[in-house]
């Protein structure tokens, strides 16, 4: 699929879902690399756009590990709020262990800063970050992300996991939004 369309706005394929495979693989091989001498750490999967990446991350870990997931929200629409809701907690404890965030996309960097924060109250001994995509043009956070997977310009992205409006994290392959096509259709009112 070229193009899809979720509610009044368009995208186009932007990511295919082989690159994306690509980057996971380079990923997780530093993770295993660097972290397969630690007591089994936790990854930690920030819901819910990061379920795509964190089912296809973990599946390439190759230490024994645990896996739990915090719900946090600061997007509505196709712009972020600003401020970071938690919806759901940390379910498990953290205290002195070593932690490897699993997030779906790094955009201000409002949602990690928050995030940090969490978990050092929580006690964690480490915190290692992992992103499938990071706009390194907005990110405005203090906080170093050990692992990227993919840098990208600043525009609003759909699929693997990452919604707008809730909907168009099923896509397999990730879309960018094509302000030109979007505003074609709103002008001859096609929806
Ligand atoms: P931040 O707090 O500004 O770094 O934003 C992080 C969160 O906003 C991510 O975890 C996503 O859930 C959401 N987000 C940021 N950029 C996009 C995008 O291009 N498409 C969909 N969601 C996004
Ligand atoms: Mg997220």
């Known amino acids: 699929m070229k193009n899809v369309q979720l ?21 997780a091989q530093k993770i295993n690399n660097d972290l397969k001498n630690e007591d089994a750490p936790i990854f930690l999967g920030v819901l819910t756009g990061s379920f795509m990446f964190f089912g296809d991350l973990m599946k390439r870990i190759d230490f024994p590990c645990e896996m739990c997931f915090i719900r ?74 050990d692992y990227p997977a993919l840098s990208i310009p600043n525009d609003f992205i759909v699929g ?6 809730q909907i168009g994290r099923n896509l397999k392959d990730i879309y960018v939004l094509d302000v030109e096509e979007t505003e074609r259709r709103k002008g001859i009112n096609i929806r």
């Open 160 to 165: 693997y996991g990452l919604d707008y409006d």
């Open 7 to 27: 509610y009044d706005k368009s995208f186009k394929l932007y990511l295919t879902y082989e690159e994306i495979q690509n980057a996971v693989d380079a990923v």
């Open 72 to 145: 946090l929200a600061s997007y509505e629409g196709t712009s972020t709020t600003g401020s970071v809701k938690q919806m759901l907690g940390l379910t498990q404890s953290v205290r002195g262990r070593n932690v490897v965030v699993v997030e779906d996309i790094v955009d201000t960097g409002g949602t990690i800063m928050e995030l940090d924060q969490i978990l050092k109250d929580a006690g964690a001994r480490s915190v290692r970050y992992s992103t499938l995509l990071i706009k390194p043009g907005n990110y405005k956070g203090s906080i170093k992300i």
